[in-house]
């Protein structure tokens, strides 16, 4: 394999969270008094963290969520995850390939350790990375697009960027990646193929199990 760490996204990529956690935060902020669709929110949030929320809520409406926003937000949705949360279809057979090549790999996420940690654990995924091998944008100062989060998952996993491949399947991921100077697999279960080019995705796959093959 030409890549010395393999960095995964989690929602979307590993866990099947997309569908749950946007439909959950389009109902909480059209309650909220700031009308958003199941569209919209897969179009202004996928991939961002929740600090994104705040910032384009309040650069659309001039007004700030409720301070308790964070924590409801998250209570909603770990609860949701707890339900019905499902790992990727085929996620487990990559990791499974890659760590019987022994290739490094590890996770890098704009969600929260404790969101992290609650989808992995539902989904049986947890044991796979361990405690040494998740990132979050809680780690850094700037979530993507900026990209902090890949820069800190390689130099914390002892690879230079170069050498990382990024699985992402959100155009702000993409741009966090090319802006790390790794390579990015974009992976297109939710989101156009067309936008992830746009972003910069080195190669599209539509299946997982697609994957092991385009990293060779």
Known sequence: MRYDLIIFDNDGVLVDSEPISNQILADYLTELGHPTTYEESLRD????????????????????????????????????????????????????????????????????????????????????????????????????????????AAKEMGVEPGRCAVVEDSPLGVQAAVAAGMDVYGFTAMTPAAKLAEAGATELFTDMAELPQLLQ
């Open 45 to 152: 949030f996928m991939g961002g963290s929740v600090q994104r929320i705040h910032d384009v809520v309040r650069e659309k409406s001039g007004r700030a969520l409720p301070v308790d926003f964070d924590a409801s937000f998250h209570t909603r949705v770990f609860d949701e995850f707890r339900r019905r949360l499902q790992p990727v279809p085929g996620v487990e057979t990559v990791l499974e390939k890659l760590a019987a090549g022994g290739v490094p790999h590890c996770v890098g996420s704009s969600g929260s350790h404790e969101r992290i940690r609650v989808a992995l654990m539902k989904t049986g995924l947890f044991e796979r990375f361990g405690e040494g091998r998740i990132f979050s944008s809680q780690d850094v100062g700037r979530g993507k697009p900026a990209p902090d989060l890949f820069l800190h």
